[in-house]
């Protein structure tokens, strides 16, 4: 009896333990009520004459009943993958927009001497690129690693003076949407993150147009009617990603997309400032967006 | 096959108000509901059973407590919710309207 009986306690410990270890991800409340149905279960199992072994066998392994618990809970192991590869694709998009911007158009509308820029220099400028495009490029096993060294790599980057090569600050917001792909998908692992996240991003959003206005008040430039009208809109965006509504996401990222491609249209004074603020605005808009896309949403792509 | 297939997704749909159906009519615990459903052919194994209680509990549908009055180690009862009941009521009528009308679609299409 006493042999049956730790027999018992062992397939039900053994169950267990494979079970919490594979439910990390959850929260420790979540998993803790995994756990205790699990215990119940062996428990009532037992109560009906059936061995722990075959309660382990109506339960199904350990690796299927996590993979269906993940799911029903919203984290399909597929999930973050996809906000991450999404983010990654972004900034690699954003990276060639950038190299063909600061290679060609940059140059023409500053009125610089114009040469034909050598392909040595298109190439150079293709590098950021190649460096966003890496980690998904390279086995999935060292993503973690291939994706935080691209982020720092980036971040570097941009803030590299280097000899014959145009302003490469114009790569921070590829470096933003880098920094977003290594974060956003452990914010959001455990569904929707914590409303500090969001708050923040609500902040960011309203960001840009209020130092617009702030510089206008201040009087480097006219304040306009227009001024105060984006400065309110955006503010209006900032309070509705704070709240938490994934559209206002998809909103931002094309405003931010609308404002890199004005800035490569309209290359002003201030294009620089205007071309951080849209991959600012690009970078919270996407990140937002997948944060707070509904599990199901993301689950049928 | 095509029957089989046409059956797990439309339980699939259901399965979660069925569960606040049983529940409707009083607490249960997780193996006496496993048993309900699997007798009814709606779940194949307790192991589908807990993960969706699992979102039941997350959403609010469903509340456990645990009793140590019986002998025997403690039982885990399942309670339906009042946002659970809720939702009951709504299916239930979804359901009804939705049930009329496929069904008066396969009487013409027959």
């Known amino acids: ?301 | 096959m095509t029957e089989e297939r046409i059956a797990t997704n439309l339980r699939k749909g259901v399965l979660e108000y069925c569960v606040l159906a049983l529940l409707s009519h009083g607490e249960k615990y997780g193996l006496e509901l496993a048993d309900d459903l699997t007798t009814r052919g709606l779940i194949a194994s307790e192991g589908s059973l807990y993960p969706l209680l699992a979102r039941m509990r997350e959403n609010g549908l469903v509340e456990p407590r645990w009793d140590a009055s019986g002998t025997g180690r403690p039982r885990r009862y399942y309670a339906i919710t009042d946002v659970g009941t809720d939702q009951l009521k709504a299916f239930a009528q979804v359901w009804t309207s939705l049930g009329a009308q496929v069904n008066a679609l396969l009487e013409g299409s027959r």
């Open chain 1, 1 to 301: 009896m006493t042999q049956r009986t730790a027999m018992n306690a062992n397939t039900e410990d053994s169950y267990l333990r494979v079970v919490g270890k594979r439910l990390r991800a959850l929260t420790p409340e979540q998993r803790d009520a995994v756990l205790d149905d699990v215990r119940a279960h062996f428990a009532e199992a037992a109560d009906a004459g059936r061995s722990p072994e075959q309660a382990a066998e109506s339960l199904g392994d350990p690796a299927t009943f996590t993979q269906r618990v993940r799911a029903e809970l919203g984290h399909e192991p597929g999930r973050t993958e996809h906000m991450w590869r999404i983010l990654q694709w972004f900034a690699t998009g954003v990276a060639v927009f950038t190299a063909l911007f600061v290679t060609y158009l940059l140059p023409d509308t500053r009125g610089d001497e114009f040469d034909e820029p050598g392909f040595e220099i298109v190439l150079l400028h293709l590098v950021p690129a190649l460096i966003a495009v890496l980690p998904i490029l390279l086995p999935a096993r060292v993503r973690r690693i291939t994706t935080t060294v691209a982020a720092i790599v980036l971040t570097v980057v941009s803030f590299t003076i280097f000899e014959g090569l145009y302003d490469l600050s114009f790569f921070l917001p590829t470096a933003m949407l880098a920094w977003a792909a290594l974060i956003v998908p452990i914010i959001a692992r455990n569904g929707r993150p914590a409303a500090g996240w969001r708050i923040t991003a609500g902040a960011l959003t309203a960001l840009p147009a209020s130092l617009g206005l702030l510089g206008g008040l201040l009087g480097s430039w006219e304040v306009t009617v227009e001024t105060v009208l984006y400065t309110v809109a955006f503010l209006l965006f900032g309070i509705l990603i704070a709240l938490g509504k994934p559209w206002a996401g998809i909103v931002l990222a094309a405003a931010g997309v609308a404002l890199l491609v004005e800035s490569t249209l309209n290359p002003g004074m201030l294009v620089l400032a205007g071309w951080w603020a849209g991959g600012l605005l690009l970078t919270v808009g996407v990140s937002h967006a997948l944060a707070h896309a509904r599990p199901r949403e993301l689950a049928q792509e």
